[in-house]
């Protein structure tokens, strides 16, 4: 029987390519994913029903609310990933923060990895080569 502890350690690989033709390898925490990013996606979504066939003006109050909740692609590299391999200058892993992922990459490589993360953790994802579940534990 799994444990709260092993569900909220399990890791999955994920790897994005950089601009400079470079990969960069993270281990992703899903459960991560819980908590604050999850309802401000979900609030985003029911906003985003909410808008649909009213006129621009109808949606001012509602699309300054979605960009209050939007989340950074910077912001889903440092929640979910554990660790990854870029490393500094001095020989140590890049802190995983918001304000040294966007220090350290490029705004298109921020965004590279982001959606290669969101990729690998959507069930059943194009090009994701395994099901969105832990590893089972049963013999």
Not at 68 to 81: D, F, N
Request: aromatic share 4%; hydrophobic share 40%; charged share 25%.
């Amino acid at each position: 029987m799994p444990s709260v502890a092993s569900y909220r350690s399990y890791t999955r690989t994920v790897t994005a390519e950089l601009m400079n033709g470079e990969t960069v390898t993270l281990q992703v925490c899903p459960a991560r994913y819980a908590g604050d990013l999850a309802r401000r996606e979900a609030r985003i979504g029911q906003l985003y029903g909410l808008m649909l066939g009213k006129k621009d003006e109808e949606n001012v109050e509602l699309v300054a609310e979605m960009d209050r909740l939007s989340v950074k692609h910077s912001e889903i590299i440092a929640t979910l990933a554990a660790e990854w391999d870029l490393f500094g200058e001095d020989g140590q892993m890049v802190p995983l923060t918001v304000e040294d992922v966007e220090a350290t990459l490029l705004p298109e490589d921020i965004r590279a990895v982001s959606l290669a993360i969101q990729e690998k953790l959507r069930p059943n994802a194009p090009g994701s080569s395994e099901p969105n579940s832990p590893p089972s534990t049963a013999a």
